[in-house]
């Protein structure tokens, strides 16, 4: 691979940006330095160095982001913060984008990956991928609430919901699993059941459960058993999953 190209992939910086570093006698390759952008590199096996700083072997990066409120999820700049602007400079990648999307004001796990076909995968209304959030509500729901969601709920558009898994969890506070992602789709099917929605977490994604050790805003890339783990979107018990150090 070019190493213009190879340098762009891998740190998420404009391919003219990296001709000119290059040009300028900005990369090293094993050491040497290198001022041809055309230069053939090998991913994994030459080390290349951009700027100062190693440059990974390229690959599809898939992140785990605790989401904060406040921040919308999209590519696009806008006047109020992006997602993307959470991710540091050394986790940056071209084509990084959000698995699918959060409210607003809800928090918790977004995945981000340059990876379409595992986008794909994971947002495909037909793949039915389990999610779980926990919220916590105004008042608690009446009695037959589990039996509204299990049977699936029918939204006041005539929309209907796949059936869906609503536990008790405390005083107004309840967790939900569902396998599609409809607009404000967990807020809309408490509604029908006479509740209202006051915070909104997502906790889990197929069998990824957010690491508990990531703070609001902070960003990880996946481990390669996690990826696996997605992929294969089997539920895991909480804390199986592989977690950073604290």
């Excluded at 049977?151 to 005539?158: E, N």
Aim: hydrophobic content about 40%; proline content about 8%; charged content about 25%.
């Amino acid at each position: 691979m070019r190493i213009d190209r190879y340098i762009s992939q891998g740190t998420g910086t404009p391919r003219s940006h990296v001709w000119t570093g290059v040009r300028a006698g900005q990369a090293l390759v094993n050491g040497v330095e290198v001022r041809d952008p055309a230069k053939q590199v090998t991913s994994g096996v030459d080390e290349v160095v951009f700027r100062g700083k190693p440059v990974r072997p390229f690959g599809h990066r898939v992140l785990m982001l605790h989401k904060p409120v406040g921040h919308v999820c999209t590519t696009e700049e806008m006047a109020a913060p992006n997602v993307m602007s959470l991710v540091p400079p050394d986790l940056q990648a071209r084509d990084l984008a959000p698995i699918g999307r959060l409210d607003k004001d809800t928090t918790g796990l977004l995945l981000l990956t340059t990876d379409g076909g595992l986008n794909h995968a994971l947002t495909h209304p037909r793949r039915h991928v389990e999610k779980a959030y926990v919220a916590t509500l105004q008042a608690d729901l009446p009695a037959d609430a589990e039996d509204h969601f299990a049977v699936g709920i029918v939204l006041p558009d005539g929309t209907r919901c796949l059936p869906a898994v609503l536990e008790r969890m405390g005083p107004k506070l309840v967790r939900i699993r569902l396998h599609e992602g409809k607009f404000h789709q967990v807020k809309r099917m408490v509604a029908v059941c006479g509740g209202l929605v006051l915070t909104l977490h997502r906790e889990r994604i197929g069998g990824l459960w957010l690491d508990p050790n990531l703070p609001p805003g902070g960003v990880r890339e996946l481990t390669a058993d996690e990826v696996a783990l997605l992929r294969s979107g089997e539920p895991a018990d909480q804390g199986e999953t592989d977690a950073a150090e604290p």
